[in-house]
């Protein structure tokens, strides 16, 4: 391993053999932490070319289980956000493609900080199983076109000690790591077509576009070299995406979009997110694809394979049909403006924060999540506000858990007399 590390350190590429032993004497315990650490910070200074990045990534992935979805033939697909405020594509993207022929095979990962996860938000579905045996899975994606399930504690395991080593040694931010870190679940998962959803901003890890441009990038070449159809969209997450975060607010929102209501931004991405993977799995133009994805989400397709999947998996369809009986928080408290304007920017990262500060997130990997508490926003960039208007609508358990939340969220808000211009949503699409 000393050798490798001075190879690295020396600006030298290393063999997929090397790579390989590399990963499976850390994964096995026979590399220390102390070396792995070294050879992080020597790829943070030198980098990784594109077959190193490859290699790094197919090994992590075969250092535990992998998911075979070849039974799917080319109709599997998967999709993956880098992280968002108020991020429940899934929830709608997956009913979409799968009403359109794809079969939606996920493993989806829990929240940690200010992003929500998939898992989370569906366990707020009274009922919902998030674990099935490997053949009910398969069963199940088979019959409804789509299952969604908690990532497997087998999966990928070299990443798990990799990035928990990263973590606490400053070396997270190296895209050759952040690369094969994302794409080696995916590439394990098992899915043939993957769309990625990387987001830009204020609520994201990357916060210029060009840093988003280049891990998209290299995340669509990593995955295709692993024999996988790609594409990335770069989205704005300069702003929550729609209006609720948290996680039985963000289901509901999410039923609200397949029913037809026009929450615009949380539609739009959905839509293009969706068209990406029908034009993969049905070898159809992106305008074609697009048309699809509307049909499916203006028929009610989208809405009848989201009952059925949420069915299949022991949830409670009722609720789709009375979002009311969601749980609910017993404190909601409505945070009002104290000033006149216009709101000119939003910290989407500062409002997530003050969700999980309402007890929606966690800050801890053991801590609860109150499935009820969250924010609903009632205005957003650009919107005119007057004194005395409701500006979010902040939902908890524990009422002294208020003031700290009222605090962080008014720190994530700007002012002007003047309205300020909204970006575009959707930055980039790569390919």
Request: aromatic share 6%; proline share 1%; hydrophobic share 40%.
């Amino acid at each position: 391993m000393t050798e490798l590390i001075r190879k690295k350190r020396g600006g030298n590429a290393l063999s997929r053999e090397e790579i390989k032993y590399m990963v499976e004497g850390f994964t096995a315990g026979d590399i220390p932490d102390y070396q792995m650490s070294a050879f992080c910070m020597a790829v943070i200074f030198k980098g990784m070319t594109d077959e190193e990045t490859a290699a790094l990534t197919e090994e992590m992935a075969r250092s535990g289980e992998m998911l075979d979805l070849s039974r799917f033939g080319s109709l599997s697909v998967d999709k993956h956000s880098t992280g968002g405020v108020g991020d429940k594509t899934s929830l709608i993207v997956g009913p979409i493609v799968a009403s359109s022929g794809g079969i939606f095979a996920k493993m989806s990962g829990r929240g940690l900080g200010h992003t929500g996860g998939t898992v989370d938000k569906l366990e707020s579905i009274p009922g919902y199983r998030t674990s099935l045996e490997k053949d009910e899975f398969f069963s199940q994606a088979q019959r409804t076109g789509i299952a969604l399930i908690g990532q497997t504690g087998n999966l990928t395991p070299a990443d798990k000690k990799l990035y928990a080593l990263r973590d606490v040694t400053d070396t997270v931010d190296s895209v050759p790591l952040i690369v094969s870190s994302i794409m080696s679940k995916k590439i394990a998962a098992g899915a043939k077509n993957i769309v990625l959803d990387v987001k830009c901003g204020s609520g994201a890890f990357m916060k210029d576009i060009e840093s988003a441009r280049t891990l998209a990038q290299k995340m669509v070449d990593i995955g295709r070299a692993c024999g996988r159809n790609m594409a990335a969209v770069i989205s704005n997450m300069d702003v929550p995406l729609g209006f609720a975060v948290g996680n039985a607010l963000e289901v509901k929102e999410a039923i609200a979009v397949l029913k037809g209501e026009d929450i615009s931004d949380l539609r739009q991405i959905c839509l293009v997110l969706s068209s990406e993977l029908i034009a993969m799995i049905r070898e159809i133009s992106a305008e074609e694809a697009y048309a699809a994805a509307e049909n499916a989400l203006d028929s009610g397709a989208a809405l009848a394979k989201m009952k059925e999947w949420i069915s299949a998996q022991g949830g409670d369809v009722s609720l789709m049909d009375n979002t009311d009986k969601f749980t609910k928080a017993s404190i909601v408290y409505e945070l009002c403006s104290e000033k006149d304007g216009y709101i000119s920017h939003m910290d989407a990262e500062l409002i997530g924060r003050a969700a999980c500060e309402l007890g929606a997130g966690r800050k801890t990997k053991e801590d609860k999540i109150d499935f009820s508490a969250g924010i609903v926003l009632c205005k957003k960039t650009g919107d005119s506000v007057r004194k005395g208007d409701v500006l979010a609508v902040f939902h908890t358990s524990d009422g002294e858990k208020l003031e700290n939340a009222k605090s962080v969220f008014l720190s994530s808000l700007a002012f002007s007399a003047e309205k300020a211009e909204c970006g575009n949503l959707i930055l980039d699409v790569l390919k």
